[in-house]
């Protein structure tokens, strides 16, 4: 919402730069992990997801790289434009068992692209 | 696509009253959930619900009630709204695969 990207970090870049967001997550357990992207006055959107046997995983403009030894995330976007303005989340599941998953959120990071 | 709609885009109601938020998704999914969004606190799990008529608790139930009577329906309810839970509401569902699809939100206001 419009409201979300109040206090949280903000990285600011120019289009045409690459980007780097980063994410520490909570638990060692936790197997796959998720990227969202939420623009001003929508929801989150799925950008891209990892498994903790990997390592780096490629989209189109995105890629994922994951850290297991320190528990860290982080999501590169190439040629960053000014529609990727917006806010990131990671984020980590957590099986529940029989059921269902929970996610469990980072609180997000602010990219504001520069024009 | 997955398509999640919530039944309002904007919402202010009294202290006191009764609110229901809907939920509508129409892939089938067994999964549902509500969240509330605050700025500097995130995206915090109210409830879910893997089935019809199943629901759980997330991490922060009090003040808040669901109902799941047909599979492509969750909705949340606020038994008697306080000012406290002025927020950016979310609903999402999920199937087979790990990731949620997000509703675009409802923010409600509690005067």
């Known amino acids: 919402g419009e409201s979300v990207g109040l206090h949280l970090p903000t990285l600011s870049v120019q289009e045409g730069d690459n980007s780097i967001i980063n994410c520490a997550y909570s638990n060692s357990a936790s197997d796959y992990f998720i990227w969202y992207k939420q623009e001003s006055g929508k929801g989150p959107q799925f950008i891209i997801d990892i498994r903790s046997n990997m390592d780096k995983r490629q989209g189109q403009r995105v890629t994922v790289l994951l850290n297991k030894t320190v528990k860290h995330l982080s999501l590169q976007i190439a040629a960053t434009q000014p529609g990727d303005s917006a806010v990131y989340f990671c984020a980590e599941i957590l099986y529940y068992g029989g059921a269902t998953n929970k996610l469990i959120f980072g609180t997000g990071t602010l990219l504001a692209v520069q024009p | 696509d997955v398509k999640v709609t919530q039944s309002s885009r904007y919402l202010v109601k009294r202290t006191g009253e009764k609110v229901f938020l809907e939920c509508v998704q129409d892939?089938?999914?067994?999964?549902m959930f509500w969240y509330r969004q605050d700025p500097g606190l995130g995206l915090r799990l109210i409830y879910f619900s893997y089935d019809v008529k199943m629901k759980e608790k997330g991490d922060i139930p009090e003040g808040y009630s669901v109902s799941r009577e047909k599979k492509e329906r969750f909705s949340l309810i606020l038994e008697s709204a306080s000012t406290n839970q002025t927020s950016m509401y979310l609903c999402a569902s999920s199937g087979d695969r790990y990731e949620q699809y997000f509703g675009p939100g409802t923010r409600l206001t509690v005067t």
């Open positions: 892939m089938d999914h067994e999964n």
